[in-house]
Nanobody, 120 residues
């Protein structure tokens, strides 16, 4: 059984910072892409930031100058450092990982979601 366990999140004022962390555990071989998505109220879930298999990082245009994503392959973790937060960053943030559960089988996993609320 595979789990993605998230930590961090909470409430902060505009201009503040928060850090989200996610750890993968359970039965899998390797991790391909690992990163963060978010769902704003009334909108579809969208990519925030992801670290690809080869180390390339992709960011949502709305956050790329304010958020930084880190990945620790030794610990199977991914961290999202969010600075200069804005009210429009308020959302539920989800960790996502594409895991190789067998040599030729990849599955997508999601964390339970963590609320980030930014207020003026």
């Amino acid at each position: 059984q595979v789990q993605l366990v998230e930590s961090g999140g909470g409430s902060v004022q505009t201009g503040g910072s928060l850090t989200l962390s996610c750890a993968a555990s359970g039965n899998f071989l390797t991790i391909n892409d690992m990163g963060w998505y978010r769902k704003l109220q009334g909108k579809e879930r969208e990519l925030v930031a992801v670290v690809r298999t080869g180390g390339r990082k992709d960011y949502n245009e709305a956050v790329k100058d304010r958020f930084t994503v880190f990945r620790d392959n030794a610990r199977d973790t991914v961290t999202l450092q969010m600075n200069n937060l804005k009210e429009e960053d308020t959302a539920v943030y989800y960790c996502n990982a594409a895991l190789n559960v067998q040599l030729t089988m990849q599955r997508d996993y999601w964390g339970q979601g963590t609320q980030v609320t930014v207020s003026a």
